[in-house]
Nanobody, 127 residues
Framework: QVQFAESGGGLVPPGGSLRLSCRAS???????????MAWYRQAPGKERELVAS???????NYADSVKGRFTISRDNSRKTVWLQMNSLKPEDTARYYC????????WGQGTQVTVSWGQGTQVTVSS
């Protein structure tokens, strides 16, 4: 059974960057290169949506909301696909998953991306 292992998520401020990685296992090379690979994301209370996809030869497609900011790439020999995310916005906050373009395999655990300033830390100076 094919498995996808996503990594690279985290907490970043608006305008920041992250690079997500996804490695496929239990899929032989000759099968992997037949598939379009894709990144998806799901925000709380929303449907999972397609973010970007890439063919084995490197042709790409992006959701309108991420065009010009995200870049998908893949290395077939390593059965790995990446998602470089720049100029991140709070609305990019979601759990990100990879799968084939037809999402025909079981979903992995995904990786959480949170775009926020965070809670900060209180500094008090007193004499």
């Amino acid at each position: 059974q094919v498995q996808f292992a996503e990594s690279g998520g985290g907490l970043v401020p608006p305008g920041g960057s992250l690079r997500l990685s996804c490695r496929a296992s239990r899929m032989i090379f000759s099968t992997y290169i037949q598939y379009i690979m894709a990144w998806y994301r799901q925000a709380p209370g929303k449907e999972r949506e397609l973010v970007a996809s890439i063919t084995s030869r490197g042709s790409t497609n992006y959701a309108d909301s991420v065009k010009g900011r995200f870049t998908i790439s893949r290395d077939n020999s390593r059965k790995t696909v990446w998602l470089q995310m720049n100029s991140l916005k709070p609305e990019d906050t979601a759990r990100y998953y990879c799968n084939t373009g037809d999402s025909s395999h079981d979903w992995g655990q995904g990786t959480q991306v949170t775009v926020s300033w965070g809670q900060g830390t209180q500094v008090t100076v007193s004499s």
